[in-house]
């Protein structure tokens, strides 16, 4: 478990980095963080890692506190950081046993360590190539190995993803979540799907304040903007006469946009039950109304996201 409590970091000179941020995280959890970037995001994670003290307040790892007792909390702690720390001249076999072994792996058991983790890692055509030789999706792969080796209990993951394709993407959001059971693990990212993918709960920052956190579901529940509609429309199509009927159909319906030959409209949720039955209208009325296609979409991470960029936090 993963407690920071009122916790505050600022630097010389400039503007608050994290501002009393209070978050739980739980054993088998994965919690996203989510903001833009200097949002507080790294800088929360350094703080609870050590690399950085916080100003005032603390956070407790496992019951330690990240003030006081630093060596227990890194002696449960696995880290990804943003950029790869490898060495060049270290095969994949060697940092995964070198981290192992740091992290209190015995010997015997080493070797068992390092084999699970190049097969979960996918990375067993590349057990005996030196980082340097690596590609940078294979070495973010390979900070992850690292981070999760000997079953590190509090797991931190500054964007895992950055800059694997996306097929790799995937394959890494299997590999996190095989290994959450009995650990607490946090990540950062600037990926929507993936937060709303990973997250058992996801915490938005902006300002260095927690804006929102809560489940995926929840927040889309609380903090949605409702369904999204899209038409495709013919040269033909009077926009108003379109809005016309769609307003009729659903009260609270609204025209958000027009882009080349597309219409966008916003459908309330609290009309749902009306919805099956302006598909069935719009697909009778096609012709009529100059429409080529029409489709509809469900409130994204996305949508809850860009709800909060740009807000005043106070």
């Known amino acids: 478990m993963c407690t920071p409590r009122p916790t505050h970091k600022n630097f010389p000179g400039k503007k608050v980095a994290v501002d009393n941020l209070t978050l739980n995280m739980f054993e088998g959890h994965i919690t996203a963080l989510l903001g833009h970037n200097g949002a507080g995001k790294t800088t929360t994670m350094f703080m609870l890692t050590g690399f950085f003290p916080p100003t005032s307040g603390t956070a407790f790892i496992n019951g330690y506190d990240i003030r006081k007792e630093l060596g ?7 880290l990804c950081p943003q950029h790869d720390v490898l060495f060049d001249t270290l095969t994949v076999q ?3 046993s070198l981290f192992a072994k740091l992290k209190g792996c015995p010997s015997s058991r080493v070797k068992q360590e390092v ?7 996918g990375l067993e055509a590349k057990r005996y190539a030196l980082a ?3 590609s940078g999706g294979q070495k973010r792969r390979l900070s992850v190995g690292i981070a999760l080796i000997n079953g590190s209990k509090v797991v931190i993951l500054d ?7 996306p097929s790799a993407r995937r394959q890494m959001w299997d590999l996190l979540q095989r290994h959450r059971a009995g650990r607490t693990l946090m990540l950062s990212t600037h990926f929507m799907d993936e937060a709303d993918a990973l997250g058992n709960r996801i915490a938005i920052m902006a300002d260095g304040k ?4 809560g489940s995926p579901m929840f927040l889309k529940k609380l903090y949605g903007t409702g369904y999204h509609l ?6 033909d199509c009077e926009e108003a006469k379109v809005t016309r009927f769609i307003q009729k159909a659903v009260p609270g319906a609204k025209f958000t946009k027009e882009m080349k030959a597309e219409l966008f409209y916003l459908l309330p949720d609290d009309q749902l039950s009306r919805f099956v039955a302006l598909f ?4 009778a009325r096609k012709e009529d109304l100059g429409i080529l296609s029409f489709g509809a979409s469900a409130t994204t991470m996305e949508d809850v996201f860009l709800r909060f960029v740009g807000l005043d936090c106070n």
């Open 72 to 78: 227990s909390v890194r002696a449960s702690l696995g």
């Open 94 to 96: 060697q940092h995964l």
């Open 115 to 121: 084999d699970t983790m190049v097969r979960e890692t």
């Open 132 to 134: 340097g030789t690596l």
């Open 159 to 165: 964007e895992p993803t950055s800059g694997v394709d």
């Open 210 to 213: 927690l804006v929102c956190c």
């Open 230 to 235: 899209y038409i495709v429309k013919t040269k």
């Open 280 to 283: 069935r209208a719009l697909e």
